[in-house]
């Protein structure tokens, strides 16, 4: 029977090495060879390759994963820990972007809907640490200390696009939940336990550097080049442009129980496309990275964005890259657009230099959160799956971001004219895009006390106890006006951002006083250990789901508030989330109404229900008058992992 032109181009494919195949028909069906590439199925692989590769790699040049994966030995199957044991390294360096490393450490991804299973963020943390440094491996952490200028636009897109996929995924729960895919939100949206759990294990059992000065796949490159690192653990294909012998391990397609995943082999790539190492840097810009898409027209695939890099001769550190350059390769003269491509193409130039770092050395140990306010780097109040259209979420969040800023600026000298302000991104409602704007600060009272910044973050252990009872007050007053330190001083610390999350909610009318009783019950199962990792999950309701997601991001902001006052050794200790929405999505609507039950289990932690003086007469502190010197809230505990059992309570 005569082939059909489609299936003869399919048989060609499957049967000849992919760029031979272009090449023989380059000039006459180049075009619909790739669109035939486009919807190939991966080549069989090994039994891994039943976990689909992912396919949304969204960070770096778009769809050159899906392309490698393609070439032969492009992509493969490994178990990371096996690869570390057979290195022939005495102690081989894994590096790992750990931003894209958190949706493979936050369990199953139908549990996102529900607002996440929190409690076992440090289990998943500690245990992909563990295995690694098991197995002989040193470890070195890297992570973003700010958003790069050139790359505030495409953020700003992807916040959107994240906002309205959250919104679309709530207000469809009945029909999404019936689905294959049972409601799944992707992404880092409300993960933020498991980044300050996995921030955490980093500082225990490894290295943490934040990046500022460059781009953290630029700073992790480099130093993966000069310190001969084993691996980059990573879900960002820009990782593929970069020259060195350092493997790259993809973080996308992670799995925690197996320890397997897939190793793009960059060397293939480079091969396949026959281009040196310096002229890849070009070839990414032009086929189009996080800093530059403005592919040209005519370049359809990547074998001609490669076979251009080579007419041209485009290396980096030789080529210069001037406006005739730039309309040579797009056809049109634009300076903008030209300085923009000359950006992308830096990002992956090794051999740069910083004249003067953004954040000096002595400041390097402050909280990341306190770092963005003082040196007026913008940061960001993000608060997912909140739907703006229900309630101003955001001016909430702001009055406590204001507040943060009026405390770091407390000892700033005010010049006559000019306005104190913090730059902050935020989606100030519904219709309105992520924007940067001006944050003014809100300042404590004059009888607030409030350290100098070097006294709050010091490295001294005796001048930060000292402290104690200063930084609750800070504490206090950044919740509220109407919270003290009396108010708290008996509260376990392991349930103290807990309550005060609590009062911030139920005091602003975003949360009724049972509802967050129901919310108490379920951090207080969490911590005693009562609650099974494996919990059926059934169809949940819209208003109990935005319930969690109110919680779980308001309880970031109090982290950071706790971050800010200079609590860090309570936040690795004590202050890791511990909400399971999955549970509480499984008993809300029972105990919201069987009095009985929850007066029952309410009785003993009815210490912690100071929120209830909005909803109801508060009961009795029944505490002392005269407080000691250490407050119950921040008792002491041995050295090691973060407490996740209660202490019996007073």
């Known amino acids: 029977q005569q082939p059909t032109t489609d299936n003869f181009f399919q048989a060609c494919i499957h049967n000849f090495d992919?760029?031979?195949?272009?090449?023989?028909?380059?000039?006459?069906?180049?075009?619909?060879?790739?669109?035939?590439?486009?919807?190939?199925?991966?080549?069989p692989r090994s039994p891994l390759s039943e976990q689909t590769i992912s396919k949304d790699i969204t960070m770096g040049i778009v769809g050159l994963v899906t392309f490698l994966t393609r070439l032969p030995g492009g992509c493969r199957a490994i178990n990371i820990v096996d690869e570390i044991r057979k290195s022939e390294k005495k102690e081989p360096l894994v590096v790992i972007d750990l931003l894209t490393i958190i949706c493979s450490l936050s369990g199953p991804i139908d549990e996102n809907i529900y607002g996440c299973r929190n409690q076992f963020a440090w289990t998943y943390a500690s245990n992909f640490c563990d295995r690694l440094i098991e197995a002989g491996a040193r470890l070195v952490f890297f992570i973003d200390g700010k958003l790069q200028e050139g790359k505030y636009k495409r953020w700003i897109q992807r916040q959107e696009k994240v906002y309205a996929e959250c919104l679309k995924k709530l207000d469809n729960i009945p029909v999404e939940f019936k689905g294959k895919h049972r409601g799944q939100i992707q992404g880092n949206v409300t993960k933020h336990s498991f980044i300050s759990a996995l921030v955490t294990a980093a500082r225990k059992k490894g290295v943490l550097i934040t990046s500022y000065d460059v781009e953290c796949d630029l700073e992790v490159a480099t130093f993966a080049k000069k310190h001969d690192a084993l691996a980059v653990i990573t879900g960002d294909s820009d990782y593929l442009i970069y020259e060195g012998k350092w493997r790259v391990w993809s973080s996308s397609d992670f799995d925690l129980d197996t320890m397997r995943t897939f190793e793009w082999d960059k060397e293939v790539l480079r091969k396949a496309l026959n281009l040196e190492w310096s002229q890849m840097p070009f070839f990414a810009a032009i086929a189009g990275n996080d800093?530059?898409?403005n592919r040209p027209s005519r370049m359809c695939t990547f074998y001609q964005v490669a076979q251009r890099v080579k007419e041209l001769n485009l290396k980096l550190g030789i080529t210069r890259i001037g406006i005739e350059l730039y309309e040579k390769i797009f056809g049109r003269r634009d300076e903008n657009l030209r300085n923009s491509f000359e950006?992308?193409?830096?990002?992956?130039?090794l051999n740069y230099t910083i004249k003067k770092p953004l954040v000096p050395q002595e400041m390097r140990h402050y909280p990341n959160y306190a770092i963005c306010i003082l040196r007026n780097i913008p940061s960001s109040i993000r608060l997912p799956c909140l739907d703006l259209r229900e309630e101003d979420y955001s001016q909430y969040a702001l009055q406590l971001y204001r507040r943060q800023v009026g405390m770091l600026f407390r000892h700033r000298p005010i010049v006559y004219g000019q306005m104190l302000t913090s730059?902050?991104?935020i989606k100030t409602s519904h219709h309105n895009p992520y924007k940067i704007i001006a944050a003014t600060p809100i300042y404590p009272p004059s009888g607030v006390k409030v350290p100098l910044p070097e006294e709050l973050y010091t490295l001294d252990t005796e001048v930060s106890s000292s402290m104690v009872m200063t930084k609750l007050r800070l504490l206090c007053w950044l919740v509220s006006d109407t919270l003290t330190v009396d108010q708290i001083f008996y509260i376990h610390p392991n349930y103290l951002l807990d309550v005060l999350t609590l009062y911030f909610l139920v005091e602003n009318n975003l949360l009724?006083?049972?509802?967050?009783?129901?919310?108490?019950?379920?951090?207080?199962?969490?911590l005693t250990n009562v609650i099974e990792r494996r919990i059926p999950l059934h169809r949940p309701r819209k208003p109990n789901v935005t319930t969690c997601f109110l919680y779980v991001n308001f309880y970031a902001l109090m982290y950071f508030s706790a971050e800010i006052v200079g609590l860090?050794?309570?936040?690795?200790?004590?202050?890791l989330s511990k909400f399971d929405g999955v549970y509480f999505n499984a008993i809300v609507d029972q105990l919201r109404y069987d009095y009985v039950q929850m007066e029952s289990t309410m009785h003993s932690l009815s210490n912690l229900r100071i929120y209830a003086k909005f909803g109801q007469p508060a009961e009795a502190d029944g505490g002392p008058a005269e407080p000691s010197a250490i407050p119950k809230c921040l008792g002491t505990k041995a050295e090691g992992e973060p407490a996740l059992k209660t202490a019996k309570m007073k």
């Open 343 to 349: 950006d992308a193409i830096s990002l992956y130039d």
């Open 18 to 43: 992919k760029r031979a195949c272009r090449d023989i028909f380059a000039r006459t069906f180049d075009a619909r060879i790739e669109n035939i590439l486009r919807n190939l199925k991966p080549f």
């Open 568 to 575: 860090r050794k309570e936040l690795d200790s004590y202050f």
């Open 423 to 425: 730059q902050v991104f």
């Open 512 to 526: 009724d006083v049972v509802t967050a009783d129901i919310i108490l019950i379920t951090i207080h199962d969490c």
């Open 291 to 293: 800093r530059f898409k």
